[in-house]
Structures are given as C-alpha cells and as structure tokens.
C-alpha cells in the first residue's frame, strides 16, 4: 500500500451554528455518506472563526480545514459570511507566503436543507487533502512550526487584526473621511504590512530560547542580513530584544521574556 493510500488526514470544520451544523445534521440523518475524518466545532456564526484559530489548528498538527456557513444573503447576523470569506482569502495568501498549499483551507456555503451538499463537499475536500498529503509534506515539522507561529503571531498583532477586519467597511464605505479606498491599493498595503509583521516575527522566534548574530538570524530565517538588522534595532527600542552578550564584533541577541542557550 503506498503511503498516499495509507493516509488518514485530521480535518477540522468550523460550522455555523444556523445553516451548516443543521445541514451536517440532515446528511446524517439522511444517511448520505462522506468520509469520518472531520471533526467539527459549532460556532454561533462563521465570522466568529478568526484567522489565528485556524493557524493554531495547522500548528497542531490539522492537514485540511474547512468553514462552512450560511449562503451569502442568508446569514443570520446578516453579514458574517461576508467577513468571513474576505478574512480567509487573506488567510490563503499568508499561506502561500509562508509556503503552506492554501489549498488546505476552505470556505464553502452550506444551508440547513443542503444535507447531500454538505456530504459531498467533505468528500470532494477529503480527497483533495488525500492528494496533498500531510501537512509535513509542505515544509519540515520544524520550520513549518515556525512559520506558523509567527503567521499567527503577525495576524494576532493588533494592528493586523484591525486592517484584516476592517477591511469590508473599507472598501465598501470608504475611510473616516468619506472617501473610496482603492482596493488593489488597499490589498498591496495590507499585505506588504502583513509580511513586515511575519518577518518580525520570525526573528523573534529564531531568537526565543537561543541567541543568535545577525548572520546566524538571516541564515536561520533565509532573511538578508541587512533586514534582519533594521529589524533588530526596531525592535530593540521597543523592548522586544537585547544584545545578550558580544563575541568578537558580533553582537548576539536574544529575545526578551524567553530563555537563553549560552
């Protein structure tokens, strides 16, 4: 048996609590038959599911994950889904970004009398995981465990969290002062803020219990030393680093609040 074949994949749902989770329930009510590799969670709507979930679900260890809600038009806080499908194309770039198949996540419309829809869809996305493999075939488990880690680190940061959820009303309505915000400007923004963030973090997270130079940092992170040092001195002045010690002319910094390896 090849291992393709051999693989089981873990596969996390999130579904809305009115539309979905009631349409999961007819399917197997109804008998229709899909694959027993999903585990769900209920939630009271699909824009409850906030992108750092769904990283700490890859973190450990979910090979798919898919979000399931009401159709557009019909949701029952009226706008979640539309939230919610704008937060998780952002998502899916950050992914590609960070070199993890985007592909692994989806969001899909589910109503409460779409119960072979519903079947249909876990096992069309089941396959699709099977294909993919393991979440571990995309990066090595420790590199992948990194990068996830600053991608939810960067998406939790207030101020990402604040242009990811804002950014409907920006775009529909336009900024505090009235005026249409152009959206492939907006998206160029948005993601050019999002990968300094990432790679922010990812220093911060090659330097949590050990302390590197700056060469050590960018050999570690695959960053140019010149960044990895503009960042460092950013950082620095807000308390983020330290200089733990200097050997030779290279001084070695550690992250400040995590352990040192000397």
Known sequence: MSDQESFEPHILGFLCNWCSYAGADLAGVSRFQYPTNLRVIRVMCSGRVDPALVLDALIWGIDGIVILGCHPGDCHYLTGNYYTERRMRT??????????????????????????????LIGDFTEKIVELGPLTDDLPPEELRTRLLAARDALSQQRMRW??????????????????????????????????EYEKNRILHSISDQVLSVQEIAKTTAIPPREVLKNLIAMEQKGLVTVSRIDGVNPKYRRLGGGESL
Not at 99 to 114: Q, T
Request: charged share 35%.
């Open 91 to 120: 998502l899916q770039t950050v992914l590609d970004m960070i070199g993890v198949k985007p592909e692994r996540l989806i969001v899909d419309w589910v109503s409460a009398s779409e119960g072979e829809r519903f079947a249909n």
């Open 163 to 196: 242009l990811v959820n804002r950014e409907k009303e920006l775009l529909e309505k336009g900024d505090v002062f009235g005026e249409q915000v152009d959206e492939a400007e907006f998206h160029e923004v948005k993601f050019e803020a999002l990968a300094r």
